[in-house]
């Protein structure tokens, strides 16, 4: 007897992830392979995913790996055609690369917006919103041909809080945001979904800036309402909801994952916060 559970399902669902070597995005592969999607993985380099790939391949699915750096003209589309060649289609894609400003060094660049080189606003820029752009338009005429299109796109509570110091990464995950509504009505009569997925503090290698260094991540958690980061397998479940027959009435939705980071309390809660050591 079929369950509501079953609606969780998307077996034989053929998937592609952006940036699936670590963090959200390995997480989600391995989360939509154990609903039944054999699921094509990418990231800038091979090596990377191997990992990926064999936790896809231990749970019974096909895994694929392509690699491209997103932020190159031309890269995007190719993947996707590539991603779609290999699975015979595409039923759920799950634009989830993405990357902050970066120093020299590759480590996060925290900087007001009037001091952040232009090179670094260009990257972000390229990386976060112009191949969500190529990777709409690609994925476009794949999704079309499916009976169950899902497409989610990974922004951030920065679309809907901003995120000073970060300030190009917040724009672009708004763009995100404002691209899955106008794609959700766009696309709505064509059977395709389109929805962003919203996390809040998550860990991941993007984030251990702060993660690791405790006065940063105790002032931090300090806003968060539940008061602790997120695992990336907490984020998974959304994603999973928003891929499948169980969300087959939902587009156009941004679902914010952030322990409450986003509900203003205007200081009513009273949660101690300690001194800032972000402060200059
Ligand atoms: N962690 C958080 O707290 C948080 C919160 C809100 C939203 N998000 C969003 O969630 C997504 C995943 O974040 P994460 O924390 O898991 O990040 P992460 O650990 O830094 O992983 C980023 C992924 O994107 C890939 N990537 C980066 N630059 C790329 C490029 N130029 N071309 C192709 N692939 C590229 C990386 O692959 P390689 O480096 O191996 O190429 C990696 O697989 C991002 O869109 C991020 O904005 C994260």
């Not at 009569?189 to 993660?211: E, H, K, Y």
């Amino acid at each position: 007897m079929a369950t509501s559970l079953d609606l969780f399902r998307l077996d034989g669902a053929r998937a592609l992830v952006t940036g699936a070597s670590r963090g959200i995005g390995k997480a989600v592969a391995v989360s939509l392979a154990e609903a039944g999607c054999d699921v094509v993985v990418t990231a800038r380099t091979l090596g990377a995913l191997e990992e990926t790939v064999r936790d896809v391949e231990e749970r019974g699915r096909k895994a694929v790996a392509l690699a491209g750096d997103l932020g190159e003209a031309g890269v995007t589309a190719r993947l996707v055609d590539a991603a779609a060649q290999a699975l015979g289609g595409l039923d759920v894609v799950v634009h989830n690369a993405g990357v902050t400003p970066a120093d020299a060094d590759g480590g996060m660049l925290l900087a007001p917006l009037q001091e952040l080189p232009e090179a670094a606003w260009d990257t972000v820029m390229s990386v976060n919103l112009d191949a969500t752009g190529a990777l709409c338009r690609a994925a476009h005429p794949h999704l079309a041909e499916s009976s169950r299109a899902s497409l989610i796109l990974m922004s951030s509570t920065a679309a809907v809080l901003g995120a000073p110091l970060l300030d190009s990464y917040a724009a672009t995950k708004a763009a995100q945001v404002s691209l899955a509504k106008s794609l959700a009505v766009g696309w709505a009569r064509q059977g395709i979904r389109v929805n962003a997925v919203c996390p809040g503090w998550t860990l991941t290698d993007m984030t251990a800036f702060a993660s690791e260094v405790a006065p940063v991540s105790e002032w931090l958690m300090a806003h968060v309402p539940m008061g602790r980061w997120a695992s990336v397998e907490e984020i998974t479940g959304s994603v999973l909801f928003l891929a499948s027959p169980a969300a087959s009435y939902v587009t156009g939705h941004a679902l914010i994952v952030d322990g409450g980071l986003s509900v203003p309390d205007g200081g009513l809660a009273g949660y101690a916060k300690p001194p800032s050591p972000l402060a200059s």
